[in-house]
């Protein structure tokens, strides 16, 4: 985030000076936005950058114990410079939050600065995990910095301690936050297909129970029960990897529009990179805990690859945005969206079904037949109608509140939901449109075609209260449905290895003896178990000690 923020907030001259030196790695940044008291809440920031005109500089400052940086990955111990976000102060004026490039160790020696205290926060979840990153604490004390090391792009401090806004539009800074959401869409695939690689493979390696005769047992991939749980989850790895790409053309989208001051999509651009970034996120890590689940008792130990993944992955949920205060966001753009039909002012991008709102509200699922579930236009509107009419219903409920932030409090679980529904919406859409494209090789459209099917309809089975409820399909059609996607999961299950295969990873880079290739597991699992360091001893530490007496029973008695 210090290169793009600095790319994004920074004027030219402040760019060439200070991306040269990040580039050539002659500084190492990091991005000091969270604080011990606040996160999601940026506007609650206590850090301040008080500007003194008698030395044009400001004065960096943590005021209280809760105004500490808390968390910047690389700051503990590896960091020379920090674009450090603080309340921004001229005058006696609080103007909010802005960035400033603070300096925290010399480059000679790497110790703090004066008036700078810094270290790292300490172990966090998981074995190794994220304790490989030094999430910082700092702490300034009255810390001096020129006043051109304000990033001055948007808004500006002049010599004489005035504050202005520049020509430069201020939502040019949202090119950042959409690269940064789009690139964590793409890290949510990667992990998801790694972990059901490792549980693809084992599934089909593990045997368990419906010998015949003293034949083999059953592959546990076999069992509907497994691939109920599995199969969704690798539809969702190739979902979320089709709408990464589809974010990417997005973010170049939105970056030619903001150079040429169009900035129409760029709320509704804004609300998809939250919406998705949560979603895709909460999805994944879930996932891999629910992939080391489907392989047993071995997926706990730490030579599966699992526990290392979910540890390293799950903070993916909180930074960049706490999940479900970013769907939160999105429901608020769902509720002007809703609150602005009628006005002229149309829908864009992927809120363009609003449009067509009037329709959304009175059709009704003409499924008849299990297959008819494989129409995409007949998909495609059952979640345009219930995520429209979700969105309606809230819309309609938060008018009955006087005072709307309550309301919006109050029916805050109900909005997280209407949201979830437009997240589901742009993933099926956006898979859909993948398959209207060419795609090589032979059978492989037909195969990517079963796991959209599959991906769609576990989202209809796992939400069918909704679907229900806004009474867009009836029970015998969702029934159908389900008929629909036993069938996809025995059409999917002869190529589920090919699929993962797919992935091309190696066994090095999945770090997995359950998922190995070769599909040679419990040779590999014996061996790796005699490299424990426990076994470099026969006798443990500590026998004669504590284990012989007890075996002996040579305990001394407690003496009252």
Same mark, same amino acid.
């Given at each position: 985030?210090?290169?793009?923020?600095?790319?994004?907030?920074?004027?030219?001259?402040?760019? !060439?000076? /200070?991306?040269?030196?990040?580039?050539?790695?002659?500084?190492?940044?990091?991005?000091?936005?969270?604080?011990?008291?606040?996160?999601?809440?940026?506007?609650? *920031?206590?850090?301040?950058? &008080?500007?003194?005109?008698?030395?044009?500089?400001?004065?960096?400052?943590?005021?209280?114990?809760?105004?500490?940086?808390?968390?910047?990955?690389?700051? #503990?111990?590896?960091?020379?410079?920090?674009?450090?976000?603080?309340?921004?102060?001229?005058? #006696?004026?609080?103007?909010?939050?802005? #960035?400033?490039?603070?300096?925290?160790?010399? $480059?000679?020696?790497?110790?703090?600065?004066?008036?700078?205290?810094?270290?790292?926060?300490?172990?966090?979840?998981?074995?190794?995990?994220?304790?490989?990153?030094?999430?910082?604490?700092?702490?300034?004390?009255?810390?001096?910095? +020129?006043?051109?090391?304000?990033?001055?792009?948007?808004?500006?401090?002049? @010599?004489?301690?005035?504050?202005?806004?520049?020509?430069?539009?201020?939502?040019?800074?949202?090119?950042?936050?959409?690269?940064?959401?789009?690139?964590?869409?793409?890290?949510?695939? %990667?992990?998801?297909?790694?972990?059901?690689?490792?549980?693809?493979?084992?599934?089909?390696?593990? @045997?368990?129970?419906?010998?015949?005769?003293?034949?083999?047992?059953?592959?546990?991939?076999?069992?509907?029960?497994?691939?109920?749980?599995?199969?969704? =989850?690798?539809?969702?790895?190739?979902?979320? @990897?089709?709408?990464?790409? /589809? =974010?990417?053309?997005?973010? &170049?989208?939105?970056?030619?529009?903001?150079?040429?001051?169009?900035?129409? &999509?760029?709320?509704?651009?804004?609300?998809?990179?939250?919406? $998705?970034?949560?979603?895709?996120?909460?999805?994944?890590?879930?996932?891999?805990?629910?992939?080391?689940?489907?392989?047993?008792?071995?997926?706990?130990?730490?030579? %599966?690859?699992?526990?290392?993944?979910?540890?390293?992955?799950?903070?993916?949920?909180?930074?960049?945005?706490?999940?479900?205060?970013?769907?939160?966001?999105?429901?608020?753009?769902?509720?002007?969206?809703?609150?602005?039909?009628?006005?002229?002012?149309?829908?864009?991008?992927?809120?363009?079904?609003?449009?067509?709102?009037?329709?959304?509200?009175?059709? !009704?699922?003409?499924?008849?037949?299990?297959?008819? /579930?494989?129409?995409?236009?007949?998909?495609?509107?059952?979640?345009?109608? !219930?995520?429209?009419?979700?969105?309606? %219903?809230?819309?309609?409920?938060?008018?009955?509140?006087?005072?709307?932030?309550?309301?919006?409090?109050?029916?805050?679980?109900?909005?997280?939901?209407?949201?979830?529904?437009?997240?589901?919406?742009?993933?099926?859409?956006?898979?859909?449109?993948?398959?209207?494209?060419?795609?090589?090789?032979?059978?492989?459209?037909?195969?990517?075609?079963?796991?959209?099917?599959?991906?769609?309809?576990?989202?209809?089975?796992?939400?069918?209260?909704?679907? =229900?409820?806004? %009474?867009?399909?009836?029970?015998?059609?969702?029934? $159908?449905?389900?008929? $629909?996607?036993?069938?996809?999961?025995?059409?999917?299950?002869?190529?589920?290895?090919?699929?993962?295969?797919?992935?091309?990873?190696?066994?090095?880079?999945? #770090?997995?003896?359950?998922?190995?290739?070769?599909?040679?597991?419990?040779?590999?699992?014996?061996?790796?178990?005699?490299?424990?360091?426990?076994?470099?001893?026969?006798? +443990?530490?500590?026998?004669?000690?504590?284990?012989?007496? =007890?075996?002996?029973?040579?305990?001394?008695?407690?003496? *009252?």
């Amino acid at each position: 985030m210090f290169i793009p923020v600095i790319k994004g907030q920074g004027t030219d001259e402040q760019q !060439r000076k /200070w991306l040269s030196l990040a580039y050539k790695m002659q500084i190492i940044g990091c991005y000091a936005q969270t604080e011990l008291g606040h996160g999601s809440n940026v506007q609650g *920031l206590e850090t301040t950058a &008080t500007f003194d005109p008698q030395t044009d500089e400001f004065v960096i400052h943590s005021p209280t114990l809760t105004s500490k940086k808390w968390w910047p990955g690389g700051l #503990g111990k590896v960091s020379t410079h920090a674009v450090v976000f603080a309340r921004l102060i001229t005058d #006696g004026e609080d103007h909010g939050v802005h #960035g400033f490039i603070v300096q925290l160790r010399d $480059l000679e020696d790497h110790r703090p600065l004066p008036g700078i205290t810094v270290g790292d926060i300490g172990m966090k979840f998981g074995n190794g995990a994220y304790n490989t990153m030094d999430n910082g604490v700092l702490s300034f004390d009255h810390v001096r910095i +020129p006043r051109n090391q304000m990033l001055m792009r948007v808004s500006q401090v002049t @010599r004489e301690g005035k504050y202005k806004k520049s020509d430069v539009p201020w939502q040019l800074v949202y090119g950042t936050m959409v690269y940064v959401r789009q690139s964590i869409v793409a890290d949510a695939s %990667s992990a998801l297909s790694k972990a059901v690689c490792i549980a693809t493979r084992y599934s089909a390696v593990r @045997r368990q129970f419906g010998s015949q005769n003293g034949g083999p047992e059953t592959q546990v991939i076999d069992y509907k029960t497994q691939q109920s749980r599995l199969f969704p =989850l690798l539809a969702s790895a190739y979902a979320f @990897r089709f709408v990464g790409e /589809w =974010l990417k053309w997005l973010y &170049t989208d939105v970056t030619q529009r903001l150079q040429a001051n169009d900035f129409s &999509t760029l709320p509704e651009a804004h609300a998809c990179t939250a919406g $998705l970034k949560s979603l895709t996120t909460s999805i994944t890590a879930d996932g891999i805990e629910e992939c080391r689940k489907l392989c047993g008792g071995h997926g706990y130990l730490c030579s %599966s690859g699992l526990p290392e993944l979910f540890a390293v992955y799950v903070p993916a949920c909180t930074y960049e945005g706490d999940n479900v205060v970013l769907l939160l966001q999105v429901a608020r753009f769902l509720m002007k969206t809703v609150s602005q039909l009628g006005t002229g002012k149309q829908p864009v991008g992927t809120i363009a079904y609003m449009g067509r709102i009037e329709h959304l509200l009175k059709s !009704r699922c003409s499924v008849q037949r299990a297959d008819d /579930w494989l129409k995409p236009s007949q998909v495609l509107e059952a979640f345009e109608a !219930r995520a429209a009419r979700m969105s309606v %219903s809230c819309a309609q409920n938060l008018s009955k509140f006087d005072n709307p932030e309550k309301g919006f409090a109050e029916l805050s679980a109900d909005l997280v939901e209407a949201a979830v529904a437009h997240c589901q919406l742009i993933v099926v859409s956006k898979f859909l449109e993948k398959l209207e494209q060419d795609i090589p090789g032979e059978g492989v459209k037909q195969q990517l075609e079963a796991l959209c099917g599959i991906y769609y309809l576990s989202l209809l089975h796992k939400h069918q209260g909704d679907f =229900l409820a806004t %009474s867009y399909i009836t029970a015998k059609q969702a029934a $159908l449905a389900n008929e $629909l996607l036993r069938n996809l999961f025995t059409k999917v299950r002869p190529n589920a290895i090919a699929l993962v295969d797919s992935f091309n990873y190696t066994d090095h880079f999945l #770090g997995s003896i359950l998922g190995r290739y070769d599909g040679n597991v419990y040779p590999k699992l014996y061996e790796a178990a005699w490299k424990d360091p426990l076994n470099n001893t026969v006798v +443990p530490d500590g026998y004669h000690e504590y284990v012989r007496p =007890l075996l002996k029973q040579q305990l001394l008695n407690a003496k *009252l």
